[in-house]
C-alpha cells in the first residue's frame, strides 16, 4: 500500500478522530502512569476530553471547507484551547495550535510537522511556568528535533513522522532517569506517552491504514479526583495584556500555572488552595467561560466525613456560577416544593456535611421549614446566614474543604455577615421613600430594609449605590445584575476593585442587581 504525500482536511481529522479513539482506549492505562505534578490519575482522560473538544469545534465549519486542511486545523487548534482539561490537555492543545500556525498554505507536508512541533515547543514552554525535564516536555522537543533533521535530510511527509516518533518513543523511555518521582513509581510520563500515542495514529495516518470517517463527534470522556486542593480551569476573552496581568497575578495563588493562548483568548488551569482569589481575579480582569473546578486528591487534612455546599438561586447564570465554584444548586423557581427538592440533594449526595445558603431567597417560613426538616436526616446541616446571593458568593470563596466543618462555616459565615449589600429593583408603584418619592418602575436602591437612592436609570443607580457603600470602607465590590456594566471602568471611578456577574437570572424576581462591599 503506498503511503500519503500529504494531508488533506479530511485526512487530518481522520487522524483526529483515531487518536480520540485510541486515548480513549489507552486512557486507563495513560492514567494510571500519572505521577507527575499530583498523582490524579487523569492525564489520559485529560487527552481524551481535549482531543474529542478538538473534534466537536470541526462540526461548525462550513460542509465546504471540511477539505481544506487550513480550516480544519484552525477549528482543531480553537476547539482545544477552549476545551482543554489539565496540565496535559493544555499541552495538547498548544500542539494543535503549532499545527494550526505551521500550516497557513496547502499542503500539509513533512515540513508542516516539523515546523508543528517547534512552534508547539515555544508555545508550550511559554504556557507552563516551570518547564520541568522528564516530562512531555522533554518528549516533545526529542519529536521536535528529529522531525527538523529529516526535513533537512530531505525525508517525505512519512519518513519525517516516522523519525519524531522513534525520537519521541527513546525520550519516552528516559524520562524515569530524569525525574525522581517517576523513577520511584517505576513508570514513564504519562502525557509524553500521550503525544507518542498522537504521533504514532499520524504515521498510521499517513502510511494509508486508517479508514475513512464522517464529521461527526465522538464521546467525551472523564474522571473525578478524590477530596483535596482544588484545580481550577477557565477560558478568558481578553487582550494580551490583560492575560499576562492575569497571569502575573495567579502566580501568587498556587502552582502548576499553565496559560494556553489563543486568538484574543487564554485557557488557565492551576492548582490551588486559594480558588476563590483565583475566580476573583480572573473575572476581574476578562470575560470568563468554561469555569470548572475539580479537587485533587493528596493534600486534604480531612477526609471524612465529605462535605457539600448546597447553594438556593434563581435559574439560568447564577445557578451556573454557583457550580463552576464548586457547589450544589438548588434552582428557586416557585414552582414544586422547594423543601422537597431541597432534601432530595441532601439525600442524592449522601454527604456527611452539608452547608446549606439559603441566598435571601427563601422566607422566613420556609427556613424554618428546612431547618426543621433537615434536622430528621442523619447528616450534619449546617445553615449559613447568607441573605443575598452575593453575600453566598463571598462565603463560597472563603470555603476551605481541608478545614473542618466548625472552622469553614466560621469563617464562611463572617465572610457573607461582614459584606455591606444592596439589592436593586423596580418600584412597584408610585410611593414616598425615605430618599424621596418614587414612581411606578423607578429604580429602589435598598439596605437593609432602607431606601438609600431613587433613580430612574440602571447604571446611574447601580453605581451610587455602589459608592454608597463603599462610604464605610471597602476594597471590593461584587455585583450581580441584568444590565451591562464596565467592571474595569466602575472600578477605576470609585477606586475600588469590581468584579461584575451576570444575573440574568434575576429577572423574574424583579431584581435588577445586588450589590456587595468586602
Request: net charge negative; hydrophobic share 45%.
Amino acid at each position: 500500500m503506498s503511503h500519503l504525500k500529504s494531508l488533506d482536511g479530511r485526512g487530518l481529522y481522520r487522524w483526529a478522530v483515531n487518536a480520540v479513539q485510541v486515548l480513549t482506549e489507552r486512557r486507563s492505562e495513560i492514567n494510571a502512569l500519572n505521577v507527575f505534578p499530583v498523582p490524579d490519575s487523569d492525564t489520559g482522560s485529560n487527552m481524551a476530553f481535549t482531543m474529542e473538544a478538538a473534534l466537536a469545534a470541526v462540526r461548525d465549519v462550513e460542509v465546504e471547507q471540511r477539505s481544506d486542511v487550513v480550516s480544519v486545523a484552525r477549528a482543531m487548534a480553537n476547539g482545544s484551547v477552549r476545551g482543554a482539561r489539565g496540565n496535559s490537555g493544555v499541552v495538547l492543545s498548544q500542539v494543535l495550535r503549532g499545527m494550526a500556525e505551521a500550516v497557513q498554505t496547502e499542503p500539509f507536508d513533512g515540513r508542516t510537522i516539523s515546523d508543528a512541533l517547534n512552534i508547539a515547543v515555544k508555545l508550550v514552554n511559554n504556557a507552563i511556568s516551570d518547564p520541568v525535564e522528564g516530562t512531555v516536555v522533554t518528549v516533545l522537543r526529542a519529536a521536535a528535533g528529529a522531525a527538523t533533521d529529516a526535513v533537512a535530510g530531505d525525508r517525505d511527509v512519512l519518513e519525517v513522522a516516522s523519525a519524531a516518533t522513534e525520537a519521541a518513543r527513546v525520550a519516552l523511555a528516559r524520562t524515569p532517569s530524569q525525574l525522581a518521582v517517576l523513577r520511584e513509581a517505576g513508570v514513564v510520563d504519562a502525557g509524553g506517552t500521550g503525544l507518542v500515542v498522537l504521533l504514532e495514529t499520524m504515521m498510521a495516518e499517513l502510511s494509508g491504514a486508517t479508514a475513512d470517517v464522517d464529521f461527526t463527534p465522538g464521546e467525551t470522556t472523564g474522571t473525578h479526583g478524590t477530596p483535596g486542593y482544588l484545580e481550577v480551569m477557565f477560558l478568558s476573552t481578553a487582550t494580551e495584556e490583560v492575560v499576562d496581568r492575569l497571569e502575573s497575578r495567579l502566580a501568587e495563588l498556587g502552582d502548576s500555572l499553565l496559560v494556553a493562548r489563543g486568538e484574543g483568548e487564554a485557557q488557565f488551569h492551576i492548582h490551588s488552595r486559594s480558588a476563590g482569589q483565583v475566580i476573583e481575579e480572573a473575572f476581574g480582569l476578562g470575560e470568563v467561560s468554561g469555569l470548572r473546578l475539580e479537587v485533587l486528591p493528596g493534600q486534604a487534612v480531612v477526609e471524612k466525613p465529605s462535605r457539600i455546599l448546597l447553594a438556593l438561586t434563581p435559574p439560568g447564570a447564577i445557578a451556573d456560577l454557583y457550580r463552576g465554584a464548586g457547589a450544589e444548586v438548588v434552582e428557586v423557581t416557585g414552582d414544586g416544593d422547594i423543601l422537597d427538592e431541597v432534601l432530595s440533594v441532601i439525600r442524592r449526595t449522601r454527604a456527611g456535611e452539608v452547608v446549606l445558603l439559603p441566598n435571601g431567597q427563601l422566607t422566613r417560613r420556609e427556613l424554618v421549614a428546612v431547618d426543621n426538616a433537615t434536622r430528621a436526616v442523619e447528616q450534619s446541616i449546617t445553615l449559613l446566614p447568607t441573605s443575598r446571593l452575593v453575600s453566598g458568593i463571598a462565603a463560597v470563596t472563603m470555603h476551605d474543604p481541608a478545614q473542618p466543618l466548625a472552622t469553614a462555616t466560621y469563617e464562611m459565615g463572617e465572610a457573607a455577615s461582614s459584606m455591606r449589600t444592596a439589592v436593586l429593583r423596580r418600584a412597584a408603584k408610585a410611593a414616598l421613600t425615605a430618599a424621596g418619592p418614587c414612581a411606578k418602575g423607578d429604580i429602589l436602591s435598598e439596605s437593609h430594609g432602607d431606601v438609600l437612592l431613587v433613580s430612574d436609570d440602571a447604571a446611574t443607580a447601580i453605581e451610587a449605590t455602589a459608592a454608597r457603600l463603599l462610604d464605610a470602607g471597602g476594597e471590593q465590590v461584587t455585583i450581580l445584575t441584568t444590565e451591562i456594566i464596565d467592571g474595569e471602568r466602575l472600578g477605576e471611578k470609585l477606586g475600588a476593585e469590581v468584579v461584575v456577574f451576570d444575573g440574568a437570572g434575576m429577572a423574574s424576581t424583579g431584581i435588577i442587581a445586588e450589590i456587595g462591599v468586602e
